[in-house]
């Protein structure tokens, strides 16, 4: 069944999609067979009708508060020495109204770690949660048997060491959240997510105030559960009526001058169009580090899993950051997209240094040596009697055994990110950064107007999206959706590097 003929199906259909979940053996039934067989840990039993709490009922207004820096237990320079514990925790973001979350270290979002180019990492995972976890560093050149594939599942009660050393040139915005098969989309929205920062020793933006802004998604139910996913959520990529700055509602940012924002979409599947009520403000960098120039933009695409960096400045006044409606296509019966508040911003009119026009140098990726394709698609199942949505690349769902995709170490080469499909997909590739070369819709043929280094760009239905990527070490490696919720489902391949 296509799209169209899923939709006539109207409100019947998607009734049955309700019970959906349960039918999904791969992901969903899976995490509940799971979680309920695991004694003495607080898991809710939602649904997917859960009462969600009016967006009015959280608190706003606090100022925007900062991401807590993990601790360097080591003494020795270049190392960086840490233990991330994965545990429920009890937060409130109602006063008076308990939730329980998953959280690194009990820190919601977890804590920001903070590395130079060159150093060493060694990151002691402990699992305290009640499923298999893993730590993916996203974006992150690390070793593939390093990088918390599915498949190299921390058991609950069990730990492990993570190392791996940054080479020169990696310096970036990043982060890390877990990602076991058929896990990724519910423990990251439960809030297993944290930032992690790679300095250069050379940053021509050192003289700029900082501020960090991880937006997360939060969908609450009334008595304080973080709500589960309904079908329609599994079907869409789930979206709360809440997106969190730094774990806060709607918080205050006051600027002082000039500052360097780094940004990141920590949302399962939240697409967030942002803007300062239509104020110019400079697109600085991309998911790994600075672009060659600043560029005056006056909004900003994030789609899941991205980041960037941006420079805001301005005449004093008080200023929304705003997300604006994206249609992504998203499928049924679904709200009207509305304008989101995310935070409100103090400008304090002080005037700000021009910045640099040279950021760094950026060198265009060599003439690719091989070719390949991946293509997005969506296939309506009515497997037992129910209708779902089954989001495949290149044909299939995922396969832990399988190799999907073959590449030569150190090989550059051309892909073409083909989405054949009725809604927008983030294409993720683990391990290396890639440049966008040309996008194309219906025949016309977009060159990339700048270089940037990304590992997240996404696809437009109907679209396709040409990379240069090059893999620098063996072993396996993923590439994906990184809508959660497709990915969980099966929206994924595997690359091995020989
Ligand atoms: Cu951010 Cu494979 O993930
Ligand atoms: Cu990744
Ligand atoms: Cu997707």
Redesign the pocket.
């Given at each position: 069944m296509d799209r169209r003929s899923f939709m006539r199906y109207g409100s019947a259909a998607l009734a049955s999609l309700a019970v959906g979940r349960e039918a999904f053996a791969q992901s969903a039934s899976h995490t509940m067979t799971m979680t309920a067989s695991m004694p003495g840990m607080a898991m809710p039993a939602a649904t997917a009708a859960d009462a969600l709490l009016p967006v009015s009922d959280l608190p706003v207004g606090s100022t925007l508060p900062a991401l807590r820096i993990l601790p360097n237990q080591a003494t020795q320079a270049g190392l960086f020495k840490a233990t991330l514990t994965a545990r429920p925790v009890e937060v409130q973001f109602k006063p008076g109204l308990s939730t329980t979350a998953w959280a690194y270290n009990g820190q919601l979002p977890g804590p920001l770690i903070e590395v130079m180019e060159g150093d060493t990492l060694e990151i002691r995972l402990v699992n305290q949660l009640a499923q298999p976890t893993t730590v993916?560093w996203?974006?992150l050149p690390v070793p593939p048997d390093q990088d918390g594939n599915p498949g190299e599942e921390v058991p609950p009660g069990g730990e492990r060491l993570y190392r791996f050393t940054l080479p020169l040139g990696t310096a970036g915005t990043y982060?890390y959240?877990p990602?076991p098969h058929g896990y990724t989309a519910e423990q990251a929205w439960m809030g297993l997510a944290g930032a992690l920062i790679v300095r250069a020793k050379a940053d021509p933006l050192a003289n700029l105030a900082e501020q960090h802004l991880l937006f997360s998604d939060l969908k609450l139910a009334t008595d304080g559960r973080i709500a589960g996913n309904s079908e329609m959520d599994w079907m869409n990529g789930r979206e709360g009526q809440f997106v969190l700055v730094n774990g806060a509602h709607q918080p205050v940012i006051n600027l002082n001058g000039a500052q360097h924002w780094r940004l990141w979409n920590a949302c399962n599947a939240r697409y967030l169009r942002l803007s300062l009520a239509g104020r110019p403000f400079q697109l600085v960098g991309s998911d790994g580090g600075l672009l060659a120039q600043p560029r005056t933009v006056t909004e900003l695409l994030l789609s899941p899993?991205e980041r960037a960096q941006i420079v805001v400045s301005g005449a004093a006044g008080a200023v929304t950051l705003q997300a604006t409606p994206y249609d992504r296509g998203k499928m049924g019966d679904v709200a009207i997209e509305q304008t989101l508040t995310l935070a409100k911003v103090l400008f304090d009119g002080a005037k700000a240094a021009p910045l640099p026009t040279r950021l760094r140098d950026i060198a265009p990726l060599t003439t690719p040596v091989a070719r390949k394709e991946v293509r997005f698609s969506e296939q309506m199942s009515m497997d037992g009697g129910v209708h779902q949505m089954i989001p495949l690349i290149n044909g299939k769902r995922f396969d832990m055994q399988r190799v999907d995709l073959s590449s030569q170490r150190n090989a550059v080469e051309a892909w073409s990110l083909v989405n054949d499909s009725d809604m927008d997909h983030p294409f993720?590739l683990?391990g290396t950064q890639f440049q966008v070369v040309s996008r194309s819709i219906e025949g016309k043929i977009v060159p990339e107007p700048f270089l940037a280094w990304r590992d997240?760009v996404n696809t437009r239905p109907g679209e396709t999206v040409v990379i240069h990527t090059v893999q620098h070490q063996r072993g396996k490696r993923?590439f994906?959706c990184?809508i959660l919720e497709h990915?969980d489902r099966g929206m994924?391949g595997m690359l091995e590097v020989i």
């Open positions: 993916h996203h974006g982060w959240h990602h899993g993720h683990h997240t993923m994906h990184h990915e994924m």
